[in-house]
Nanobody, 121 residues
Framework: QVQVVESGGGLVQPGGSLRLSCVVSGNIFSIGVLAWHRQAPGRQRELVATTTSRGARHYADSVKGRFTISRDNAKNAIYLQMNSLKIEDTGVYYC???????????????WGQGMQVTVSS
């Protein structure tokens, strides 16, 4: 079993900052790509940022220069530092983990429950 748990969401004013955390636990042999997705009200879910096991990072154009994704392999955790937040950043944020549970299994995707981030004055 693999569990993905997010934390750090909440309400913040435009221009403010939030730091999201995601911890992966359970049967973990190896973790590959880790990612943050979000879904704004009335919108499709979109990819926000990804990080590979070696630390390579990718960002959606809408968050480049404002968000930073990072990972702590010792803690099986990833983080999303969000600065200069805008109203359009409002939505439910989901953590996604690509996990290999044993030597004999292949990678599978696991999702957190999602957490609300609201940017409002």
């Amino acid at each position: 079993q693999v569990q993905v748990v997010e934390s750090g969401g909440g309400l913040v004013q435009p221009g403010g900052s939030l730091r999201l955390s995601c911890v992966v636990s359970g049967n973990i042999f190896s973790i590959g790509v880790l990612a943050w997705h979000r879904q704004a009200p009335g919108r499709q879910r979109e990819l926000v940022a990804t990080t590979t096991s070696r630390g390579a990072r990718h960002y959606a154009d809408s968050v480049k220069g404002r968000f930073t994704i990072s990972r702590d392999n010792a803690k099986n955790a990833i983080y999303l530092q969000m600065n200069s937040l805008k109203i359009e950043d409002t939505g439910v944020y989901y953590c996604n983990a690509d996990v290999k549970e044993s030597l004999d299994t292949k990678f599978s995707e696991y999702w957190g429950q999602g957490m609300q981030v609201t940017v409002s004055s």
